[in-house]
C-alpha cells in the first residue's frame, strides 16, 4: 500500500460477513462506483455488486458509503472520504445477496402493494390523453415524478427498519404522484392500500428520505399530501368514492 492508497473496507458475505480492507490508487475526481470497480477488476474478481448506467439514471448503484445510504456512482469519493478510508456496505433494510448486492424484491412489491402502478382506460384507437401542464393536479405529479428507484430512500427511513412491512418512503412517493395522474383509473384501489396501517400514517414525518435523496425528491411532502387525502376521504368521502 503506498501513502496515496485509499483504505477501503468493503462487506463481503451475505447477510453474515465481515468487513475486509483493500488499498485502492487515488485520482482526482474519483466516484465511490470507480473505487468499487477497481476492487473488482484489479484485485478480487469474486466482489459481487451492482451498477448499469454510471450517470444517475438507472437506480441500481446504491450502496452504504461510511455509514450514509448514497448512489456511488455520482458521489464522489474526495466528498466523503474519511481522512484516507471509505467504508462500503450493501444498503440497509433489505436482504443481502451478496457482498454490496441487496434483494430489491421486497422494495419493489411495496410498490405494488401501494398500486405504484398506471393503469388508464384509453385504448390505441383513442385520442391521446390531454393533461394540461399547469393543472394543479400535473404540478404536483412533477414534484415526485423523477424517481429512478435506487432505494436509497428505503434504506435510509427508520420506520421501515422498526416495522419492515411499512411501504416505505418511495412506494409512497410513486402512489401520490399517480394519485395526481387524471388519466389513472384505480385511484380508489390505491386509496385503500396507503390508508391501512403499513401506510402513510406510519411515517414519523423526521425526513431521512427526502435528506438522502439524490434526486432531491421529497418523499415527506408525497407522504403529507396522501395524509391529507385520507384524512378528508374519511371525514367528508373520497372523490372517486367511499373509502
Ligand atoms: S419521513 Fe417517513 S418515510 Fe421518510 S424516512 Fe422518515 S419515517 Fe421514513
Ligand atoms: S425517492 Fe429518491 S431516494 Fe427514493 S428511490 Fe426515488 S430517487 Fe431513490
Ligand atoms: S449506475 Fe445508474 S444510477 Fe448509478
Not at 471509505?86 to 443481502?96: D, F, K, R, S, W
Amino acid at each position: 500500500m503506498s501513502n496515496t492508497d485509499l483504505k477501503v473496507k468493503v462487506w463481503r458475505g451475505a447477510q453474515e460477513g465481515e468487513f475486509v480492507e483493500y488499498a485502492v490508487p487515488r485520482n482526482p475526481n474519483q466516484t465511490v462506483l470507480d473505487v468499487v470497480t477497481y476492487i473488482q477488476r484489479k484485485l478480487d474478481p469474486t466482489l459481487s455488486y451492482r451498477f448499469a448506467c454510471r450517470v444517475g439514471m438507472c437506480g441500481s448503484c446504491a450502496m452504504t458509503v461510511n455509514g450514509v445510504a448514497r448512489w456511488t456512482c455520482r458521489t464522489h469519493v474526495s466528498q466523503i472520504v474519511q481522512g484516507d478510508s471509505l467504508e462500503i456496505a450493501p444498503l440497509n433494510n433489505l436482504p443481502v445477496i451478496k457482498d454490496l448486492a441487496t434483494d430489491m424484491r421486497e422494495f419493489f412489491n411495496k410498490w405494488k402493494g401501494a398500486v405504484g402502478f398506471f393503469k388508464g382506460d384509453k385504448t390505441r384507437h383513442d385520442d391521446f390523453a390531454k393533461v394540461e401542464p399547469e393543472s394543479n393536479e400535473r404540478q404536483l405529479a412533477n414534484a415526485g415524478i423523477e424517481c429512478i428507484g435506487c432505494g436509497v430512500c428505503y434504506s435510509s427511513c427508520e420506520v421501515v427498519e422498526k416495522r419492515p412491512n411499512y411501504l416505505g418512503p418511495a412506494a409512497l412517493n410513486r402512489a401520490w404522484t399517480l394519485t395526481n395522474d387524471v388519466r389513472d383509473v384505480q385511484q380508489l384501489d390505491r386509496l385503500r392500500a396507503i390508508a391501512g396501517d403499513e401506510g402513510c400514517h406510519a411515517c414519523h414525518t423526521q425526513g431521512s428520505c427526502t435528506e438522502r435523496c439524490p434526486k432531491k425528491l421529497e418523499p415527506t411532502a408525497s407522504i403529507a399530501g396522501l395524509k391529507k387525502l385520507v384524512a378528508r376521504a374519511a371525514v367528508r368521502g373520497s372523490k372517486w368514492g367511499k373509502l
